[in-house]
């Protein structure tokens, strides 16, 4: 095959793919403008004959996103808050101080990995039904405020920290949590916002665990609300399609901005562990 | 202050956490499959039951469990090479030296994984819808007869799986192109010099040198695909006629529709096993297959 054949194959199968890859996102988008009852024609149309913003305008006065929404912000900032401070100080543990068992303690953790974390899910429920959690924000964000993931990322990161930049602080007499503060957390800003993004899309994206402790429509993440709204209008795509836009804009925005540190972040928590 | 003590300080959020929200949980959950936790416990503690495997046994019994077992082995036997056919490809064209614009096809071949599920999975009921659907409109075009990709028991599942696919081969993608970086050009110049094929060369130099990673990244792509729930639950609702229930929704229908949590934990824990069990014959396999090579070489 000549080298010129080769390319145009080869950048014909990328084009391919990244339409396939982005056509859904792109139609949900155009028809998110679309009047009411516009999708449903043949041929399927492409782009909307008369733009509204009517099916956002329906789903944040009358169906409750915009609730959804501030839900969906504050369970995942908080989640993305309190686990980065969880899984920092663990993983720093893990990295750098010296105690008894350190080295079977983390095989355990990562050994725990091969659960599935449904199999938690029943008894998990009937704990935080004892304890008054069920149908509350704490239900969602308290299970997730480690993870034995976040605290494997941060150690792996850490331990390329320098021993004597930590010993010289110690003998000048630094305490413990000052030399965590002020020496080692600068260090790891760049593992910081990985783990933030990783869980913040994670928390935002996440499906089961939110169905089940979630009972009421007041507490609802923004997947909880668009699939109990695809339920009840499974017929209204334009709607639905507004009610997507919605759910994925924020975390596919996020992602673009800060897509260096997520990709780095996925092969350091994968290959190189 | 002693290190040690600090150590534990500095642990002691992130294990009390994974503690008492993970591991408890996980042990109640062999706990609770043991007993007939349902409704009536959930109302009254006292009328819970020791029932030792009886839980176990009754699934055994139950035409649902293979059946959903059995949609959760297709989706996994499917879906995984599928997955794993796109990511390399993807991840071979992106590192050939004559593809351009890379790191924007690599961001646009991702952007499906950091998607909401849920909410890709709703444009996909439309998009498969059908009467109106895209799919079916571009199959008309190409003169085949409509297919009812969501409503026909045989068509429900290959098309959760093409949602999957889509939704998941670039997470792949970006560490199979890592491990492609990895790899020497040197060897690939000494292979050209030695004339050897393109095919050849990707037989030869790339899959062997690529094994290890093949090996991780299948193995934890067959735990994710068993874990198979939120696509079911928002495209098919489990239907149409139970072709699409798998493991987890029936532990989740079980479990938090009929209340029978301790039927529930035992589905949780097959699952556990069965996944375990797996895991562990792919680790085998590959340490046999990898024996293998070795003595042939």
């Not at chain 1, 403008?33 to 006065?61: D, I």
């Not at chain 2, 293979?66 to 959760?72: M, N, P, V, Y």
């Amino acid at each position: 095959m000549s080298p010129r054949l080769a390319r145009a194959l080869i950048h014909g199968l990328l084009i391919g793919g990244t339409l396939v890859a982005l056509f859904p996102l792109l139609w949900m988008l155009s028809v998110s403008f679309m009047q009411p009852g516009a999708a449903s024609a043949l041929p399927p149309p492409l782009w909307p004959a008369h733009a509204t913003l009517g099916n956002y305008r329906v789903l944040f006065l009358r169906a409750g996103m915009g609730r959804y929404l501030l839900n969906s912000l504050l369970v995942a900032s908080a989640i993305t808050l309190l686990s980065l401070a969880c899984n920092l100080m663990a993983g720093y543990a893990f990295a750098k101080l010296r105690f008894a068992g350190r080295e079977r303690l983390l095989r355990v953790l990562l050994g725990a990995l091969v659960i599935p974390a449904q199999v938690a899910m029943l008894p998990l429920f009937l704990l935080l039904k004892t304890i008054g959690l069920v149908d509350s924000y704490a239900g969602v964000i308290v299970p997730a405020m480690a993870s034995v993931y976040g605290i494997f990322l941060v150690r792996q990161y850490t331990r390329g920290i320098p021993d004597e930049l930590l010993e010289a602080a110690r003998i000048d007499g630094a305490g413990e949590w000052r030399i965590f503060s002020q020496i080692v957390l600068p260090l790891l800003k760049p593992v910081m916002v990985t783990l933030a993004i990783f869980s913040f899309l994670a928390a935002w994206n996440d499906f089961m665990w939110p169905l089940i402790v979630l009972t009421g429509q007041g507490h609802y993440t923004l997947p909880l609300g668009l699939a109990s709204l695809a339920r009840e209008h499974a017929q209204d795509s334009e709607l639905m399609m507004a009610g997507s836009v919605i759910t994925v804009l924020p975390v596919l925005l996020l992602f673009l901005a800060m897509q260096r540190y997520y990709l780095e972040g996925l092969l350091l928590g994968s290959v190189k562990g | 202050m002693n290190a040690s003590r600090a150590a534990w300080l500095f642990l002691a959020p992130a294990l009390l956490v994974l503690g008492i929200f993970f591991l408890l949980p996980v042990i109640g959950a062999l706990g609770l499959s043991l007993t007939d936790y349902d409704l009536y416990a959930l109302a009254d503690i006292h009328n819970l039951r020791f029932v030792a495997l009886h839980n176990y046994l009754a699934l055994l019994q139950r035409p649902l469990f293979w059946s959903a077992l059995g949609h959760t082995v297709y989706f996994v036997a499917v879906g995984v090479p599928l997955s794993m056919l796109t990511s390399l490809g993807a991840a071979l064209l992106l590192n050939s030296p004559l593809a351009r614009c890379k790191p924007f096809f690599r961001t646009a071949l991702f952007a499906p994984v950091v998607t909401t599920v849920v909410a890709m999975a709703v444009i996909w009921r439309y998009l498969f819808n059908t009467k109106y659907g895209i799919a079916n409109f571009v199959l008309g075009q190409l003169g085949l007869h409509p297919i009812d990709w969501l409503g026909d028991p045989h068509w429900a599942m290959p098309t959760i799986i093409l949602f999957a696919v889509w939704k998941n081969f670039g997470y792949n993608m970006i560490i199979f192109l890592a491990g492609l970086q990895a790899i020497p050009p040197e060897l690939y110049e000494a292979a050209r010099i030695d004339g050897a094929s393109a095919w050849r060369q990707l037989r030869h130099i790339t899959l062997p040198l690529l094994g290890p990673t093949l090996l991780m990244v299948s193995i934890l792509t067959v735990a994710g695909y068993f874990q198979l729930f939120a696509e079911p639950y928002v495209m098919t609702e489990g239907g149409p006629l139970q072709s699409t229930t798998s493991v987890l929704y029936l532990m989740y229908d079980e479990g938090f529709q009929w209340w029978n949590l301790g039927s529930a934990s035992a589905v949780a824990f097959l699952l556990f096993v069965i996944m375990f069990a797996v895991t562990v014959a792919m680790l085998r396999l590959a340490r046999r297959g990898a024996s293998f090579e070795g003595d042939a070489a």
